[in-house]
T-cell receptor, first 118, second 113 residues
């Protein structure tokens, strides 16, 4: 069973559409991440939330807007995307926030949303 | 920042052979090294990890070794099976500030029956 749940699994949208990706975890993890992944490439970090606050934005274009409504949920709002934004979008979580508390812990990934921009 | 190099990019072996994937890192402060396996169309899954206070860790057919002096770590898979076919990513991270792993570029392992 996947401990990090992402919806939808697949999404096709036009460049003028607005859509949202959702991620949920119930492991009590305090750090949550959005990654973008192209085929056979490593995940590319987009955003990090630590204790529900945005702590890292890797210079992501404003057409991607993250939101963390509570400690279990993470959203990624999409608007006016470009064809090159087509990719697998992965959500991940890890036990501690990014404040350096405790030992580094592994990330748990969701199955991702495969996004296609027409 | 941290830089992780991973080799080879592609590895083809016969079923039953061993496979070795190597990674080097640049930041001597890095102390946590996970390995992820990603099957086609699926999520990255942690298969083994090692911390800098040990030199080797084993879990059934999978082992990881770490050489802190040389700043490299390796994944060893023995008695490979077709279901081991996947892309494998190494990563490195350091304590304090933020825990953000730096990933290697990945190794596509193909195990031929």
């Amino acid at each position: 069973d996947t401990e990090v749940t992402q919806t939808p699994k697949h999404l096709v949208m036009g460049m003028t559409n607005k859509k949202s990706l959702k991620c949920e975890q119930h492991m009590g993890h305090r750090a949550m991440y959005w990654y973008k992944q192209k085929a056979k490439k490593p995940p590319e970090l987009m955003f990090v939330y630590s204790y529900e606050k945005l702590s890292i934005n890797e210079s992501v274009p404003s057409r991607f807007s993250p939101e963390c409504p509570n400690s279990s949920l993470l959203n990624l709002h999409l608007h006016a995307l470009q064809p090159e934004d087509s990719a697998l979008y992965l959500c991940a979580s890890s036990q501690f926030g990014v404040s350096g508390q405790g030992l580094n812990q592994p990330q748990h990934f969701g199955d991702g949303t495969r996004l296609s921009i027409l | 920042g941290e830089n992780v190099e991973q080799h080879p990019s592609t590895l083809s072996v016969q079923e039953g052979d061993s496979a070795v994937i190597k990674c080097t890192y640049s930041d001597s402060a890095s102390n946590y090294f996970p390995w992820y396996k990603q099957e086609l169309g699926k999520r990255p899954q942690l298969i083994i990890d090692i911390r800098s206070n040990v030199g080797e860790k084993k879990d059934q057919r999978i082992a990881v070794t770490l050489n802190k002096t040389a700043k490299h770590f390796s994944l060893h898979i023995t008695e490979t099976q077709p279901e081991d076919s996947a892309v494998y990513f190494c990563a490195a991270s350091k304590p304090g500030g933020s825990y953000i792993p730096t990933f290697g570029r990945g190794t596509s392992l193909i195990v031929h029956p």
